[in-house]
């Protein structure tokens, strides 16, 4: 039962994730893609923000290791 819900998470976060990116290709705006995936516009901005703290993140991150790399590298 475990192994059932935690793939029906992971279907759910696949879903929420594929959402996100139509809206921020410009495929969709948050009424339609709370309309194609059957969710309310409050799920819809809440992924939106849930990627956008992941990605700033993931760039804080990544920047962090490119100085440290070009620190290495003497530029």
Known sequence: MDQLKQLRMRQHRQTMLQMVSEIHQGKLNITQAANKFSVT???????????????????????????????????
Do not use: N, P, Q
């Open 41 to 75: 516009g409050h799920t819809v901005k809440t992924w939106l923000d849930k990627v956008e703290v992941t990605l700033r993140r993931s760039d804080w991150r990544l920047a962090t290791r490119l100085l440290s790399i070009l620190e290495a590298a003497s530029w």
